[in-house]
């Protein structure tokens, strides 16, 4: 069996995908399948699609180019040649306002930092700070903090 026809196995359109999510997840339910088995094997297609991206996008593109249409369908899948992610360098405009504005902002930048650093450490009670500008006294309490527990999985 080729790589293609082994693709061919999963899900190829909406419902597919979705009938596919819902068995998966009601099998998942069910303590049919291990999880962590299954975690395995979508961190393995997570590697594949990263590993072939760059090169598979570039082909993509290039068969897309056959086609003259900007936009198309091809085997119910809407297919639309777009620019994507525009990115713009400044480094070379010269502009000396807009590179005292990038050094204002790398300055405030640092300091919020530095800053969020400090509330990070307050106690949980509390601590009275002062604003160096206007002489005001201010209770100031640590930040809220949240998180979500889950796994990291690394192939070996």
Do not use: H, W
Not at 13 to 20: P, R
Not at 66 to 85: D, W
């Amino acid at each position: 069996m080729n790589a293609l026809q082994t693709l061919k196995q999963l899900p190829a359109n909406k419902e597919q995908v979705e009938l596919f999510s819902n068995k998966l997840i009601a099998e998942l339910d069910a303590g049919d399948i291990d999880p962590l088995q299954a975690k395995f094997l979508f961190k393995a297609l997570e590697e594949v699609q990263k590993a072939i991206k760059e090169n598979l996008d570039t082909m993509a593109l290039t068969e897309a180019n056959k086609y003259p249409e900007k936009t198309f369908e091809l085997t119910g899948f809407k297919v639309e040649k777009a620019e994507l992610g525009t990115k713009y360098d400044y480094s070379k405009c010269g502009d000396p306002i807009l590179i005292k504005l990038q050094k204002l902002s790398e300055d405030v930048q640092a300091r919020v930092k530095s800053r969020q650093e400090l509330l990070k450490n307050c106690p949980i009670e509390g601590v009275e700070m002062t604003d160096e500008e206007t002489g005001e006294m201010t209770r100031c309490f640590p930040p809220s903090k949240t998180s979500t527990s889950g796994i990291k999985i690394t192939m070996k």
